[in-house]
């Protein structure tokens, strides 16, 4: 890459991270472009902006350009960000619904995402992994009898007791079949531990690659068993007993 074109990356780049942190950062985004007219960079700006599909040709003064790109820029931001994490969604083969995130082949809850800003206004998402209370109120309770059979799908989550289970064996419980999740090779108990959450927060990474990182840790930390919780990393779960 010649010189010229890495001093428009760099502008190009400027531009993104502070017109990404929003509309309070307009007077930074303002401050940038004065800054590259004082120093005789005209052209580099034009160069960078064309990036997001604006021609600085069009505008008549600079004080005009300053008002009429921030909210397009903004624009343009958003809308690639948002196609680049639909993509990345559909190869990690998850979806959301608001902070929610499941698995798409399953439609397994796997946690939740939660993207907020530091002290700096950088992005950090935090991933927390557990059975949120908006899940816990829809697990049915495991029948203490009952005149119909029940099929019970592997992963299906059920109340017994005070305790939940999650079945590791799909069967049909029924008169004949009294199954039970207590002291049975066909159910885990699961324990709801409170949010085991991890911050990411790397300054030097993009949204998209801080959420990969979070599906990963998604994907990986899931449920607790009380059986075993050798698969549990204790810097992903630090609190887990309630």
Same mark, same amino acid.
């Given at each position: 890459?010649?010189?010229?074109?890495?001093?428009?990356?760099?502008?190009?780049?400027?531009?993104?991270?502070?017109?990404?942190?929003?509309?309070?950062?307009?007077?930074?985004?303002?401050?940038?472009?004065?800054?590259?007219?004082?120093?005789?960079?005209?052209?580099?700006?034009?160069?960078?902006?064309?990036?997001?599909?604006?021609?600085?040709?069009?505008?008549?003064?600079?004080?005009?350009?300053?008002?009429?790109?921030?909210?397009?820029?903004?624009?343009?931001?958003?809308?690639?960000?948002?196609?680049?994490?639909?993509?990345?969604?559909?190869?990690?083969?998850?979806?959301?619904?608001?902070?929610?995130?499941?698995?798409?082949?399953?439609?397994?809850?796997?946690?939740?995402?939660?993207?907020?800003?530091?002290?700096?206004?950088?992005?950090?998402?935090?991933?927390?992994?557990?059975?949120?209370?908006?899940?816990?109120?829809?697990?049915?309770?495991?029948?203490?009898? %009952?005149?119909?059979?029940?099929?019970?799908?592997?992963?299906?989550?059920?109340?017994?007791?005070?305790?939940?289970?999650?079945?590791?064996?799909?069967?049909?419980?029924?008169?004949?079949?009294?199954?039970?999740?207590?002291?049975?090779?066909?159910?885990?108990?699961?324990?709801?531990? %409170?949010?085991?959450?991890?911050?990411?927060?790397?300054?030097?990474?993009?949204?998209?690659?801080?959420?990969?990182?979070?599906?990963?840790?998604?994907? %990986?930390?899931?449920?607790?068993?009380?059986?075993?919780?050798?698969?549990?990393?204790?810097?992903?779960?630090?609190?887990?007993?309630?």
């Amino acid at each position: 890459m010649s010189p010229y074109r890495k001093q428009v990356e760099k502008l190009y780049n400027r531009i993104i991270k502070v017109v990404g942190k929003g509309e309070s950062y307009i007077r930074r985004y303002y401050d940038i472009i004065d800054e590259v007219i004082e120093y005789g960079k005209s052209d580099i700006l034009q160069d960078a902006l064309l990036k997001f599909k604006i021609d600085t040709t069009t505008f008549n003064t600079i004080d005009d350009l300053k008002k009429n790109t921030f909210k397009k820029i903004a624009f343009y931001i958003n809308s690639t960000i948002s196609k680049q994490l639909e993509s990345l969604f559909l190869s990690k083969n998850v979806y959301r619904v608001g902070n929610h995130f499941y698995d798409t082949s399953t439609s397994k809850y796997l946690g939740d995402i939660e993207q907020s800003e530091d002290d700096n206004s950088e992005t950090i998402l935090n991933v927390y992994v557990y059975i949120p209370k908006f899940l816990t109120g829809a697990i049915p309770q495991f029948p203490l009898s %009952t005149q119909n059979s029940i099929y019970y799908a592997t992963q299906s989550l059920i109340y017994y007791g005070n305790n939940i289970y999650e079945c590791s064996n799909d069967y049909t419980w029924s008169n004949s079949n009294q199954i039970t999740p207590t002291y049975s090779a066909y159910w885990d108990q699961i324990i709801v531990g %409170t949010p085991s959450l991890q911050q990411i927060t790397s300054s030097t990474s993009s949204l998209v690659e801080k959420y990969s990182t979070s599906i990963d840790i998604l994907k %990986t930390y899931t449920f607790i068993y009380t059986y075993t919780n050798d698969f549990i990393a204790g810097d992903y779960v630090e609190d887990y007993m309630e």
